[in-house]
C-alpha cells in the first residue's frame, strides 16, 4: 500500500477490500494491511449510502489509498471483480472490509507461491474473534472430497491472478457462499494449494451481528444445489475424490450426511461452539 515503506517497484500482491456501509471497520481493515514490501492495495467502495463511509473513504484516498466507487450497488463477487480488473500484481488477496490481515503474511504466502509454482493459492488458519476467539484450523491439503460436501477452507487466501482470471473470478451467489464456489471451481479444475503452516496465521476474520448467515442457513439446500449445478465435474467424479481423501473412513462416510444439502439448523451453532471446545477444527482458544 502507498503509504507504507518498501520498494516501490512493480507490487506483487495486490489486496482488495470491498466495502459496502461498514467505514469503521474498513479504517481498521485497510490499517492492517503491514508488509516490509509495497502492495497494490484498492477499495471498492459497493455504492454505500451512509455518511459515515463517505467521510472515511474521502480521507483514505486524500492520504494517497485507491478507491473505486461504484455507481449501484453490486454485492460481494462483483466489487471483489473489479478489484481484479483495477489491480495488476500477480497474487490477489481479497479482504473483507470487518476483517484485519496479518503483518507479515501476504509476503510470506507470496513467497510460498513463488517456489511452489504449481499452486494456484495459498491459505492457511486464522483466527475468529469478535464474538469469541479461536484459531481455526484448515485442510493441509484441497481436498476436493471435503469441498464437494462442506467448506473448511478460508473465506480470505492468496489467489495467483492468472488463476482467478481463468476461471472468470467470483461469482454471485450470495449469503456467503461466493468463496465455497471459488473453492470448487479450483477443486473442480484439478487445481492444488500450497498450506501456510499449522497455526501460521492468514488473516483475522472478525465474527459480529451481522456476521451470522441466517440468510445462508435459510436458503442452505438451495444454494447448495446451485453449486452442484455449477461444478459438475466434481460431483460426477466425487466417488474417486471420495477413495482419494485423507480422511478417516468414519469421516467419509458421516461427510454426505452431516454436511452436504441437508437443511440447516440453528442449534447447529451451538454443536459447533461445543466442539470447538474440545478441539475440532481448532488449534486453540
Known amino acids: 500500500m502507498d503509504r507504507q515503506p518498501g520498494d516501490r517497484k512493480q507490487a506483487r500482491i495486490a489486496v482488495v477490500i470491498p466495502c459496502f456501509n461498514d467505514g469503521l471497520l474498513l479504517d481498521e481493515a485497510v490499517a492492517s494491511v503491514q508488509e516490509a514490501e509495497h502492495v497494490e492495495l484498492v477499495v471498492i467502495d459497493d455504492c454505500s ?3 459515515e463511509t463517505a467521510e472515511i473513504t474521502d480521507r483514505l484516498r486524500s492520504e494517497g489509498v485507491r478507491v473505486v466507487r461504484h455507481d449501484v450497488n453490486r454485492g460481494l463477487s462483483e466489487a ?6 483495477v489491480t495488476s500484481a500477480p497474487y490477489v488477496f481479497p479482504l473483507d472490509a470487518d476483517d484485519l490481515a ?3 503474511a501476504l509476503g510470506g504466502m507470496a513467497d510460498r507461491l513463488e517456489r511452489e509454482t504449481t499452486a494456484s493459492v495459498c491459505y492457511g488458519d486464522y483466527l475468529e474473534f469478535g464474538t469469541h476467539e479461536i484459531v481455526r484450523a484448515v485442510p493441509p491439503t484441497l481436498d476436493p472430497f471435503r469441498i464437494a460436501v462442506t467448506n473448511e477452507y478460508p473465506v480470505t487466501a492468496l489467489h495467483r491472478r492468472a488463476t482467478l482470471e481463468e476461471i472468470g473470478g467470483w461469482r454471485t451467489l450470495g449469503a456467503g457462499y ?5 473453492w470448487m471451481a479450483l477443486a473442480e479444475r484439478g487445481d492444488s494449494g500450497a498450506y501456510f503452516g499449522a497455526g501460521a496465521l492468514t488473516f483475522r476474520k472478525r465474527f ?5 448467515l441466517t440468510r445462508a442457513r435459510r436458503d442452505h439446500r438451495e444454494l447448495y444445489r446451485n453449486l452442484r449445478a455449477g461444478h459438475p465435474g466434481l460431483f460426477r467424479d466425487l466417488g474417486r475424490y471420495r477413495r482419494a481423501s485423507d480422511l478417516s473412513a468414519v469421516r467419509k462416510a458421516l461427510y454426505p450426511i452431516v454436511y452436504g444439502g441437508r437443511r440447516r439448523f440453528a442449534f447447529e451453532l451451538r454443536v459447533k461452539r461445543a466442539l470447538d471446545q474440545v478441539g475440532v477444527w481448532t488449534l486453540r482458544r
Open 49 to 51: 449510502t451512509d455518511g
Open 80 to 85: 471483489r471483480n473489479t478489484g481484479l480488473q
Open 102 to 104: 496479518v503483518s507479515g
Open 178 to 182: 461466493e468463496d465455497w464456489d471459488l
Open 208 to 212: 459480529h451481528g451481522s456476521r451470522m
